[in-house]
């Protein structure tokens, strides 16, 4: 079974700064995509950046980006120039690109942007 | 793009009555959809998955004859609380996924306070 792990529970930078959320998993297969979700205050779970475990080259949105490290099972979300509407709970999570498998969430890092 | 809509956001019901949550994808064909509940500051728990035209799948330790869940369509599927209890006071939340797209986009969810 696949495990997410985010070894951070909360986090606080200064607006305009630059922030790196980590996780790690685990798994045995070779085939997956991993994802960063964002879940404000109102709750909406919204997708932040996603990356295909095929693909070398990072995944960047804007103003996020992620290193990943397939050999090191790592997968950590960089947010810069942050910005107060970035404060939220952000969730690392794991599917398998074979059909009908679940996603598997962390924990949640709880970042909060401070004016 | 890839947006799913959730009605209603909120709704308070009496103990013993049921309550029904749709969950739709408004601009793709969802071949699947998820419905998770969270508890405040917890991630999410998968409840069961849904195929459109089939059965759910549900997850160990979720009651299906509780949790009523029905995919009729590739853009609609609902979640239906039978003989709520107040412990079914949760936030309930759904996704939505493509065919071939290992991607959920999630709804805004439903908070339920069961009297």
């Known amino acids: 079974a696949q495990t997410v792990t985010q070894s951070q529970p909360e986090m606080s930078v200064q607006e305009a700064e630059t922030v790196t959320l980590s996780c790690t998993y685990d798994t045995s297969e070779n085939n997956y995509y991993l994802f960063w979700y964002k879940q404000p205050p109102s709750r909406q779970m919204i997708l932040v950046i996603r990356q295909e475990a095929y693909k070398q080259q990072n995944a960047t949105e804007n103003r996020f980006s992620v290193n990943f490290q397939k050999a090191a099972k790592s997968f950590s979300l960089k947010i810069s120039d942050s910005q107060l509407g970035d404060t939220a709970m952000y969730f690392c999570a794991f599917i398998s690109n074979f059909g009908n498998e679940k996603l598997t969430f962390g924990t949640g890092t709880r970042l909060t942007i401070i004016p | 793009g890839a947006v799913v809509s959730q009605h209603p956001s909120w709704v308070i019901c009496k103990s013993g009555t049921s309550v029904k949550i749709e969950c739709r994808s408004l601009?793709?064909?969802?071949?699947?959809m998820f419905w998770y509940r969270q508890f405040p500051k917890q991630s999410l728990m998968l409840m069961a998955t849904s195929n459109e035209g089939s059965k759910a799948t549900y997850e160990q330790g979720v009651e299906k004859d509780k949790f009523l869940i029905n995919h009729a369509s590739l853009t609609l599927s609902t979640l239906t609380v039978t003989s709520a209890h107040p412990e079914d006071s949760s936030f309930y939340i759904c996704?939505?996924?493509?065919?071939?797209?290992?991607?959920?986009?999630f709804g805004p969810g439903t908070r339920l306070l069961v009297l």
């Open positions: 601009d793709f064909q969802a071949t699947t």
């Open positions: 996704s939505a996924q493509g065919s071939g797209v290992q991607t959920q986009y």
